[in-house]
């Protein structure tokens, strides 16, 4: 609750900042309001409460989630500077952008009530639409921004069907009220059309197969820095969001949308896998890594009761190591107008440290021990063969295989080929951001539990 | 004093690498590599004064995971043909000059740490971490410090690493479903399980994927041949010497005892797999113009018989294929390190290209020769003991695998005696060899000493590991 308004107002006094012309504050001043939010919210996990009237709901499930995006932005908004070097007098509609950005992810999943979720989703998709678009001079930007806003307009007015038809069932936009209903009477049958409405829009905002074709196009055509929140922070956001619905209103819902979930989950990893080996252009590969990885997660969906804190695992593994990555490719493709895997060649020898961090981010990724993204798929794995869904896990394996091809194609690159250019100088934010977030990675893979035991 | 200081000692030794620069680099990791072996002495002895040099420590509470490492004679033998084999591999690289040697040494280091820890895991969760670790840097030495042509090595490498990812994943599958219904990953938990025949086949299936790329047994041998080509020869001194003994040590201590009831069921298909790949390499051997890939072929035939010893589950077969662990880890290191020190002069593997060594070099000549008959099984080698072994233990299954898996030894006197006439007889080669110099002496004497001694007086290995093994198959004669 505390967290929400906190970070609005810091938003605010962002825009604030700009007028009364202390433009170099800003960016320390966010960082470290952001992370005394962190602590504030930290201290909070165990406890939960509700404000005005249900709307906002804090339990374990939100404030642990909630620590997630607001650690994630802050290493999004230190990457900010040094991106928009040359725009340093937009430098706080970045970050305030972002900072709006992260209130609607709160929101999210700190929902009481459908009506705040959708202010929460449009609150965050509103200023995506604006990030993918902030380029304004760059035709690719425009398209994506367009494209983005189109196709996330259209999802949006699916939801709102869906929470419309909802309403219509049961009466009540409260998640309490929803979950109660389906255990006490039958419902109407509006309920399941707008559930399924619901569901839909929200696979289109994960970039869940099929509703996939637009995060390869958005992503490429999207300044770098927003294409690593839309992979990361946004990603992730849905998916928590996606978990708390179908977990509200699971008891309601047949059999069969485990099957028609088991069928998304099996395609996203599939064709994501599939395509990413034939891209050359890595914004795009990691694109459609994403939306294997969004496959993986949809997953912990079969097993709701038990694996929301897997699925805080798997995102915070997947995000930090996406976190890093990106850093990495900030650097690399500076000054570039693509982001073709060429770019990479040599890195291992022009700049050793960030070859490396990217190496322990794909390996990450690809599921490799001591890296968290290992423990993240090994406890998906075990849940699902503890639901009994075998098969699911042999698909994933294989997946998680195939997968092995495409990371292993950029280290090759790093470390086999000659570089193409003199070594640049790196600045400072994007290493200490790599460096931090791959070491967050490996350290919450040394200590699982201390992320597997706070939503038990 | 428990083996976790082993694992902290080759970790460090592996940082310090890493920080000392490029020039002590090799120095240091020497350095290390000995102390690790004196630590591994010292808990040898621990180990048989009957004191506890086991740990166990809970790390994950949901799943149940913990850090259990623990040691018996098996794993004792192991580990210290291990410790031992380390400091030798490293100092026969002096000879050569790697760039970036400090990332390089400290990556055999780190390997050499994974590699031990698998040895003394006693979780299956934390086996399957450092089996999997050990895999990374091993990636990097074929690829970054490898020989020939970047392209094909490249290719050759990332197929390697591909296929024994796949099959360790596979592993993992088997590890997770019994966890699911032990619920722990500690092996004396897991072995409690109540498996059907059918559910037993599966989990076997599993963890043979992983073994059979690893140590590699056909079909899955594919990747062998270009990677030990193609990698540095501390690579291949590594891969060959040490970490394909993993998957066969992984055989005896987490396979046959988690699913004894498949291995029994399907003994002679497993049993014929592993012959098969005897008789496969031996041909493919005969046929080799390049003296790595020769090598290469002949470990694979070898390997194949000790495979083929560990799935009979007789205690002769056990023993016997531990014994040839250990002589095919001296024996093949040996080989391949006189392979390096005929290219480090000729510059080539092809075997065409060479011949007429024998006058130049007297010294080389007979350490070869040695080297050769040990690794066709002469009695008075370690390998005979252990191939003798081998052989009687398949004899008891039946007869005629036995004869067919003799014919390694026919072959591969054959192909061996044929390699080294043609590489090192005949007249006298137009270009300069150079007899091997101190340091290049030093660790073929000491491998060919061990080879030696042992197979003399074999004596201490078998009173280590016996009771072990007889331990072992109890276990895998419970049900």
């Not at chain 2, 008959?373 to 370690?382: D, K, M, Q, W």
């Amino acid at each position: 609750m505390y967290t929400l308004i906190a970070i609005a107002v810091l938003g605010v006094l962002c825009l604030l900042a700009e007028i009364f012309n202390v433009r170099k504050a800003i960016v320390p001043v966010t960082i470290i309001g952001l992370l005394a939010i962190l602590g504030l919210t930290a201290t909070g996990l165990n406890d939960s409460a509700d404000s005005y009237n249900n709307m906002i709901v804090s339990d374990n499930f939100s404030t642990p989630f909630s620590c997630l995006f607001i650690l994630l932005t802050v290493f999004l908004i230190a990457l900010t500077p040094s991106f928009h070097q040359k725009e340093v007098h937009k430098i706080s509609d970045f970050v305030s952008i972002k900072l709006f950005l992260l209130t609607g992810a709160v929101a999210m999943v700190a929902f009481g009530n459908l009506a705040m979720f959708f202010l929460g989703i449009e609150i965050l998709s509103i200023s995506l639409y604006v990030l993918a678009a902030s380029n304004r001079l760059s035709l690719k930007s425009n398209e994506a921004g367009m494209k983005y806003f189109l196709m996330g307009a259209f999802a949006s007015g699916f939801i709102l069907f869906g929470i419309a038809l909802i309403y219509g069932a049961i009466g009540s936009f409260d998640m309490a009220v929803i979950q109660e209903a389906g255990t006490s009477a039958d419902v109407e049958d509006w309920f399941y059309i707008g559930a399924i409405l619901l569901s839909i829009g929200m696979l289109f905002k994960i970039a869940a197969a099929p509703f996939h074709f637009w995060a390869p196009d958005v992503y490429e055509g999207s300044p770098a820095l927003t294409t690593a929140l839309m992979s990361t922070l946004a990603k992730v956001v849905a998916m928590a969001a996606f978990f708390k619905l179908v977990s509200a209103m699971n008891v309601n819902l047949p059999d069969s949308s485990q099957t028609a979930l088991m069928v998304i989950s099996i395609l996203s990893m599939t064709i994501g896998n599939i395509m990413a080996l034939k891209q050359n252009n890595v914004k795009r590969m990691l694109a459609f890594s994403g939306i294997s990885h969004a496959g993986f997660m949809l997953m912990t969906l079969l097993a709701v009761s038990t694996s929301a804190g897997i699925l805080l695992y798997y995102a915070s593994a997947y995000a930090l190591a996406g976190i890093a990555a990106f850093s990495v490719l900030l650097y690399v493709t500076k000054d570039k107008d693509n982001e073709d895997i060429f770019n990479f060649n040599g890195l291992g020898k022009t700049n050793p440290l960030l070859a490396a961090i990217l190496t322990g981010a794909l390996l990450s990724m690809a599921g490799i021990p001591i890296f968290s993204g290992f423990f993240a798929k090994v406890f998906l794995f075990g849940q699902m063969l503890n639901a009994g869904h075998i098969i699911l896990v042999i698909v994933a394996v294989v997946n998680s295989i195939i997968s092995v091809g495409y990371y292993f194609k950029l280290i090759l690159a790093m470390y086999t080929k000659e570089a193409t250019e003199a070594a640049k100088p790196v600045p400072f934010v994007y290493t200490a951001v790599a460096t931090v977030a791959i070491v967050l990675n490996i350290a919450i893979g040394l200590y699982p539990s201390f992320l597997l035991d706070l939503l038990v | 004093m428990d083996v976790s200081f082993l694992l902290i000692i080759l970790l460090v030794g592996a940082i310090a690498t890493f920080l000392s620069g490029d020039k002590w680099a090799s120095k240091i990791a020497l350095l290390f590599s000995l102390a690790a072996f004196g630590v591994s002495v010292y808990l040898l002895n621990l180990y048989n004064a009957g004191q506890n040099i086991n740990l166990i420590k809970q790390w994950v509470t949901i799943p149940k995971i913990y850090i259990a490492l623990g040691a018996d004679g098996l794993t004792m033998a192991m580990v210290l043909l291990t410790t031992a084999l380390t400091p030798l591999i490293i100092f026969s690289s002096f000879g050569n000059s790697y760039a970036k040697s400090k990332n390089f040494y400290a990556l055999i280091l780190f390997m050499v740490f994974a590699m031990v820890g698998t040895f003394l895991s006693a979780d299956g969760f934390l086996y399957y971490i450092f089996w999997e670790l050990s895999l990374i840097p091993i990636y990097f030495i074929a690829l970054i410090w490898g020989n020939g042509n970047p392209q094909s090595r490249k290719k050759a490498v990332v197929k390697f690493f591909i296929y024994t990812f796949a099959g360790s994943l596979f592993m993992l599958v088997s590890f997770i479903y019994l966890y699911q219904i032990t619920g722990s990953f500690l092996l004396s938990d897991l072995i409690r399980a109540q498996l059907s025949t059918q559910e037993q086949f599966w989990i076997f299936l599993g963890f043979f994927l992983a073994y059979a790329i690893k140590i590699p047994l056909i079909p899955f041998h594919t990747w062998q041949a270009k990677v030990y080509q193609k990698a540095p020869a501390v690579g291949t001194m590594l891969l060959s010497g040490i970490m394909l003994k993993m998957a066969l040590y992984s055989i005896i201590r987490w396979q046959l005892p988690l699913a004894p009831l498949a291995a029994k069921e399907y003994l002679y298909y497993f049993v014929g797999l592993s012959v098969a790949g005897v008789i496969y390499g031996s041909i493919v051997a005969l046929k080799q113009k390049d003296i790595k890939k020769l090598l290469a072929y002949s470990s694979l035939a070898h390997v194949g018989l000790i495979a083929a010893g560990c799935y009979t589950m007789t205690l002769d077969g056990l023993r016997g294929a531990t014994l040839q662990m250990i002589a095919h880890g001296f024996g093949v290191v040996g080989l391949f390190f006189a392979a390096e020190i005929i290219s480090r002069r000729y510059t080539t593997g092809k075997i065409s290209e060479m011949g007429g060594i024998r006058i130049q070099s007297p010294k080389f000549t007979s350490m070869f020769m040695i080297l050769v008959l040990a690794s066709v099984a002469l009695p008075g080698t370690f390998n005979f003991v252990g191939e003798f072994e081998l052989l009687y233990s398949l004899a008891q299954k039946s007869v005629t695998i036995c004869i067919i898996g003799g014919t390694t030894i026919i072959l591969g006197a054959f192909y061996m005696l044929r390699m080294f006439q043609k590489v090192m007889l005949g007249e006298k080669n137009e270009k300069f060899f150079a007899d091997v110099n101190f340091n290049e002496g030093l660790v073929m004497v000491i491998i060919i000493g061990v080879l030696l001694f042992f197979g003399l007086y074999p004596k201490p290995i078998i009173d280590l590991i016996t009771p072990s093994l007889e331990e072992a198959i109890k276990v895998i004669n419970r049900i």
